[in-house]
């Protein structure tokens, strides 16, 4: 990912690996399923600790920071924004199945379900934050002459207003 999501081929991962073109490709069947799993994997990572962040403290108050600059790394520093992109913009239109069924499966755990409409609505905006300040935040911010960490205020902001830490926070 260092090197960007195109550098994600199956000759280059097989080399830094030191493995063959062939082991990868006989797992993962092509360059696509290498990214896809790719992105199952920083999804996963990212949900998991999510889950752990929120079921740490059982019920009392959350830092909706940690949450938000989780997210906000996973799709800046740790390449997931630019992954996502280069997938969907090279004709893999499958490539987000695994990162939106990792965030489904968070919301399952932690949401009740489907039944908590304004966890589902933090979630979306979260995350399409993230992946919008990941492409263009950064110029974005200085245009408009915001602080580069804008974006992860305000998301901060919405999440900790959002009435599902209100209804878990005993505080609030």
Excluded at 76 to 96: H, V, Y
Excluded at 147 to 160: G, Q
Aim: hydrophobic content about 45%; charged content about 20%; overall charge negative.
């Amino acid at each position: 990912m260092e090197a960007g999501p195109q550098a994600v081929t199956l000759k280059a991962v097989a080399a830094r690996m030191g493995r063959t073109h062939a082991n990868l490709l006989h797992h993962f069947g092509s360059a696509a399923g290498l990214q896809m799993a790719l992105a199952a994997h920083l999804a996963g990572t990212v949900c998991d600790s999510i889950a752990d962040i929120l079921l740490e403290n059982g019920g009392a108050e959350h830092d909706p920071a940690r949450v938000v600059n989780m997210v906000f790394d996973a799709f800046d520093k740790q390449g997931a924004g630019q992954l996502a992109t280069w997938m969907i913009l090279s004709g893999n239109e499958n490539a987000m199945n695994p990162v939106v069924d990792a965030i489904h499966e968070l919301i399952d755990e932690i949401g009740n379900g489907h039944e908590n409409t304004s966890m589902h609505e933090d979630t979306l905006t979260l995350v399409l934050m993230a992946m919008g300040d990941a492409l263009l935040g950064e110029p974005l911010a200085r245009s408009l002459g915001l602080p580069r960490d804008a974006a992860r205020d305000i998301a901060t902001r919405l999440l900790a207003d959002s009435p599902r830490l209100a209804e878990d926070s005993p505080a609030k």
